[in-house]
């Protein structure tokens, strides 16, 4: 059957993740649809769940208010395609400063190599990605939990994982013990990208927290690609260095 809800306080794909996760796994209800402009939620349940046992659900989320639904709301409109660069605009400019910081940090060097240019760019990409984490760390773990395996059983580790990052960063610019600091990133972006894999591969509609919550991100075989590049750069320094 059908059950109509009311959510305030949803403001982006992040919101819309938490809503349909939340309401699945706490409430029981098979499938969740949730109309972002008017904070329409249409459940699909078994039996209806009290409003009052929704409300219980939501009560650690301050910024969500629950209520009646309205059966008249008009039903959830397609978003129009957008491009790649429109979409991932924050994510490639960030890429690309990074890029052009490693391509200067290595330009004056007698016999610049690709190692090297590699390492300036890990070095800037996890100390990057970290600030923009920090600027909302609960709000990323929130996003965080919905896709990395590791974090969605340890809920703590969502808020550790930007520590990691900025670490794993100031390891690589500092140049020490390429075999650890390498290895350790092969393992964290591992981890993170079965979960993406997982996400993409069954269509679920989230956030991308790859640079924090500020940027409304969806999640896709962008991101898939972002972590298998740091993933190969980590293994050639391994094997090649």
Known sequence: MKQTIHIDGMTCAACEAKVQYLLKEQGGATDVKVNLETGQVDL????????????S?????????????????PPISNEEEKSVWTVYKPLLLVAGFVALVASAATWKQDQANWMDWMQYFMAGFFIAFSFFKFLDL???AGSFQMYDPLAAKIPAYGKLYPFLELL?????????????TNIATIVLLGISTIGVVE?????????????????????SKVTIIENSIMITMAITMLVIR
């Open 57 to 73: 659900i939501f009560q650690p989320y301050d910024k969500y208010t629950v209520s009646e639904g309205n059966i008249d709301t």
């Open 168 to 180: 794993l960063g100031l390891l690589f610019l500092i140049d020490y013990n390429y075999v650890v």
């Open 138 to 140: 609960k709000g990323f």
């Open 44 to 55: 699909s349940v078994d039996e209806s769940i009290p409003l009052d046992q929704i409300k």
């Open 199 to 219: 996400s993409v591969l069954n269509k679920r509609k989230i956030q991308c927290a790859c640079i924090g919550t500020i940027f409304d991100l969806p999640m």
